[in-house]
């Protein structure tokens, strides 16, 4: 299994990224795929969740309405769109197989995401 997230970066509040998620090593397009993200100390936090064609998807509270998950089972790759940043929304971001949790104990780098002025 292989789990290669991207996209992050350092944004001013209010500003947007779009993550990507690219998988492998596992039948992509039939698992529900999920957005995790961590601070440190903290335990890593679902933040959003797609079913395995996409027709279904989870939000936490925290990012309903600001943050979409999508997925291209053809590229094998899960995205979330983040509008709207606040600065608690600052962590590094994971992806997962699975919801609501995960498929697999291993875990990519992650990428950072910082929301700052």
């Known amino acids: 299994v292989q789990l290669v997230e991207s996209g992050g970066g350092l944004v001013q509040p209010g500003g947007s990224l779009r993550l990507s998620c690219a998988a492998s090593?596992?039948?992509?397009?039939?698992?529900?795929m999920s957005w995790y993200r961590q601070t440190p100390g903290t335990e890593r936090e679902l933040v959003a969740a797609i079913s395995s064609r996409g027709s279904s998807t989870k939000y936490a509270e925290s990012v309903k309405g600001r943050f979409t998950v999508s997925r291209d089972n053809a590229k094998n790759t899960v995205y979330l769109q983040m509008n709207s940043l606040k600065p608690e929304d600052t962590a590094v971001y994971y992806c997962?197989?699975?919801?609501?949790?995960?498929?697999?104990?291993?875990w990519g780098q992650g990428t950072q995401v910082t929301v700052s002025s």
């Open positions: 090593g596992f039948t992509f397009s039939s698992y529900y």
């Open positions: 997962n197989a699975g919801w609501p949790t995960p498929l697999y104990d291993y």
